[in-house]
T-cell receptor, first 116, second 113 residues
Framework: GENVEQHPSTLSVQEGDSAVIKCTYSDSASNYFPWYKQELGKGPQLIIDIRSNVGEKKDQRIAVTLNKTAKHFSLHITETQPEDSAVYFC???????????????FGKGTHLIIQP | GAVVSQHPSWVICKSGTSVKIECRSL??????MFWYRQFPKQSLMLMAT?????????EQGVEKDKFLINHASLTLSTLTVTSAHPEDSSFYICSAGGWGEQYFGPGTRLTVT
């Protein structure tokens, strides 16, 4: 099955600086890569996603890049703010391979700390 | 994004009893819902895929007789933890969506004493 590795496990950056979280996946058939933000005691919130036919996607301060050849994808957050502090998870799935949605395989998470 | 709710948000039960958790998609119909489990400071692990009108598909290592899933309608899936034990204490989260995008519920904290 799919295996997703995520680094770093903890990332501390100064407010206003950029943060980068990286993930690799093992199954070349995976074609959907979302990123989730989870605050303590809450469910994950989808913040951005990318499909394998696209190399980069941006939404305001958040961007995701995908390198299919190397099987890795990254989350970039610019101009970080205190409210960005949370645990971030990357995930992968094979969208539509079995005729519909597939469950997600998650990375282990990155605890992002924004220092004021 | 789509809204998914869960009930209850937290529950405490005694060892040996059963607990039912509900997952509802509030503003869309979901033919497929997913159940995940998350232990403290760990990642989410897929437990099973819930398909409306048919049997759930369980991931390897998840006991289907212990974690009963029912997806009776396009907006409701339930997870019943039968004969719960302390090691079943965890954060249970459902999600719904289609063609990749999944929206998660707020989670249910289960504590078995």
């Amino acid at each position: 099955g799919e295996n997703v590795e995520q680094h770093p496990s903890t990332l501390s950056v100064q407010e206003g600086d950029s943060a980068v979280i990286k993930c690799t996946y093992s199954d070349s058939a995976s074609n959907y890569f979302p990123w989730y933000k989870q605050e303590l005691g809450k469910g994950p919130q989808l913040i951005i996603d990318i499909r394998s036919n696209v190399g980069e996607k941006k939404d305001q301060r958040i961007a995701v890049t995908l390198n299919k050849t190397a099987k890795h994808f990254s989350l970039h957050i610019t101009e970080t703010q205190p409210e960005d502090s949370a645990v971030y998870f990357c995930a992968a799935s094979m969208e539509g391979v079995r005729g519909g949605a597939d469950g997600l395989t998650f990375g282990k998470g990155t605890h992002l700390i924004i220092q004021p | 994004g789509a809204v998914v709710s869960q009930h209850p948000s937290w529950v405490i039960c005694k060892s040996g009893t059963s607990v039912k958790i509900e997952c509802r998609s509030l503003d869309f119909q979901a033919t497929t819902m997913f159940w995940y489990r998350q232990f403290p400071k760990q990642s989410l692990m897929l437990m099973a895929t819930s398909n409306e009108g048919s049997k759930a598909t369980y991931e390897q290592g998840v006991e289907k007789d212990k974690f009963l899933i029912n997806h009776a309608s396009l907006t409701l899936s339930t997870l019943t933890v039968t004969s719960a034990h302390p090691e079943d204490s965890s954060f249970y989260i459902c999600s719904a969506g289609g063609w990749g995008e999944q929206y998660f519920g707020p989670g249910t904290r289960l504590t078995v004493t």
